[in-house]
Structure formats: structure tokens, C-alpha cells
């Protein structure tokens, strides 16, 4: 596979988690779909398995690709960029967490506490992730 083939499949994957992540919010949120709610967030949390993993593949095959911007672009790369890998390492053992909660303790109420600060984080990693890409790979400069 292509540099370009591995980072177009890992965006993707990320793109498709934050989307089944709000379709989860929205089952709960407003229709009180339990199930539905399972099943978004389960599938959120395969998409960002399957993100991390041609992450993983694309940085051992091709290593790390460097931002081409200068001035304030760097700066706003930067910015976007640092909080972005420190919030998407939590995000993992907090997903995990989640699914034990509700999967296997069913205490609904710890894991409705604590999606609460989950989700903004989740979304965060998300939308910070195809800016990331973007000015990676798509914005000249």
C-alpha cells in the first residue's frame, strides 16, 4: 500500500468513528435506544481500533511525515497537534472503561458520568485528527 492509500484508510476510519460516536449520542440522547446506543458506540470504538492500527502500519512503513508550514500555520499546527496526541492517548483506556461500565458492570450511572467527559474528548480527537490530516496532506503551502 501507498503512503497515500494508508493515510486516506486511517482518516477514514477516524471519520467514520466520530460518526457513528454522535449517531451513539443521539440514540441515547434522544430516543432512549439502548441498544442502538451499544451498538454506535461499539462501532465507534472499532473504527478507532481500526484507525490506530493503519496508523501504526503507516508510520512503520513510511515513518513520521513532517508539516511543510511556516509562520502562524506552524503555530496553529502545533497547537492543534500537542493536544490532540495527549487527549487521544486518554481516550482509549477511558473508551474501555466505558464498555466495562455499561457492558459488563451495567452500572449505567458511573458510565453515563463519566461518557459525559468522554465524548467532547473523543469528538475533539476526531475533528483535531482530519485537521491534522489536512494540513498534513491536503493544504499547500
Known amino acids: 500500500m501507498t503512503l497515500a492509500t494508508l493515510s486516506t484508510l486511517s482518516i477514514t476510519f477516524i471519520i467514520f468513528s466520530g460518526?457513528?460516536?454522535l449517531a451513539g449520542w443521539v440514540?441515547?440522547?434522544?430516543?432512549?435506544?439502548r441498544e442502538l446506543h451499544r451498538n454506535c458506540m461499539l462501532g465507534a470504538t472499532t473504527f478507532a481500533v481500526l484507525f490506530?492500527?493503519?496508523y501504526i502500519w503507516r508510520w512503520s512503513v513510511f515513518g513520521s511525515k513532517s508539516f511543510e508550514g511556516q509562520g502562524v500555520w506552524r503555530t496553529i499546527y502545533f497547537g492543534v497537534l500537542i493536544?490532540?496526541?495527549?487527549?487521544?492517548?486518554?481516550?482509549?483506556?477511558?473508551?474501555a472503561r466505558?464498555?466495562?461500565?455499561?457492558?459488563?458492570?451495567k452500572d449505567y450511572t458511573?458510565?453515563?458520568?463519566?461518557?459525559r467527559i468522554v465524548l467532547p474528548i473523543w469528538l475533539f480527537v476526531v475533528g483535531s485528527g482530519w485537521f491534522i490530516y489536512y494540513m498534513l496532506y491536503i493544504a499547500k503551502f
Do not use: Q, S, W
Request: aromatic share 10%; net charge positive.
Open 83 to 95: 493536544p490532540h496526541v495527549l487527549l487521544a492517548i486518554t481516550v482509549g483506556p477511558m473508551a
Open 52 to 54: 490506530l492500527v493503519t
Open 98 to 105: 466505558l464498555i466495562y461500565l455499561a457492558g459488563f458492570k
Open 27 to 33: 440514540a441515547i440522547r434522544f430516543r432512549k435506544n
Open 110 to 115: 458511573a458510565h453515563r458520568r463519566l461518557a
Open 19 to 21: 460518526v457513528f460516536l
